[in-house]
């Protein structure tokens, strides 16, 4: 599914999809209700959302469609390339940022990327996620000094909003080896889950003391699965 306000945009990338005998565009919205309820209706696989829809912000129009059809994947397919509009695209629960200037294969990888449970940042977007975080390596390390540099690493990107393939590949680890990095990530932090860790690094502050100094943690931990590609 389609959704953008320029019809021209639409019918454009409607054509450069449906040349992909594995793609099928379902429908076309140009408002951010309409999206809604063609998403719906529709229940499509991807998504692909303009950020600047008549009838909403971003980061509430990809809570909403998550909410409304929680297995359609959002891909945000823009211009806007400023870090907080992607940062809050990602929070919001975007499983895609790409830009308009990306190339057709590109686009096409993206699509086909999600449909497949995967997540993509474009070359640039992801380079402005990594340099985001990258300019904060001392509040890291003063928040979360039980962590080793490596998990430091970890969690900043996972925090970028990045799943576990593109983690790997930025660090050039194997995703398995990630997964082991989270696992003992949320047992020192003594949080549940990716969101929960997420949560701390988003708030500032930390787990009580008394869990940080050796108390275990009331639950089992397991590492939370996420995948990303990048084109």
Known sequence: MIADEQPVVRRGLGALLSRNAAIAVAAEAATAREALRMAVLHRPDVLVLDTGLPGGHVDGTVRELRRASPGTAVLVFTAADDEDTVIAAVRAGARGYLLKNSTDDSIVRAVTALAHGETVLGPGVADRLISRIGSRPARFQDMFPELTAREQDVLELVAAG??????????????????????????KLHVPSRAAAIE????????????????????????????????
Do not use: D, Q, W, Y
């Not at 990045?162 to 949320?186: E, Q």
């Not at 701390?200 to 930390?206: A, E, H, S």
């Open 162 to 187: 990045m799943g576990n393939t593109a983690i790997a590949a930025r660090l050039h680890l194997s995703p398995k080896t990630i997964a082991n990095h989270l696992s003992v990530i949320f047992g």
């Open 200 to 231: 701390l690094v988003k708030g500032g502050r930390r787990a009580p003391l008394e869990l940080v100094r050796g108390t275990p943690a009331p639950f089992r931990l397991r590492a939370a699965s996420g995948a990303m590609a990048t084109s």
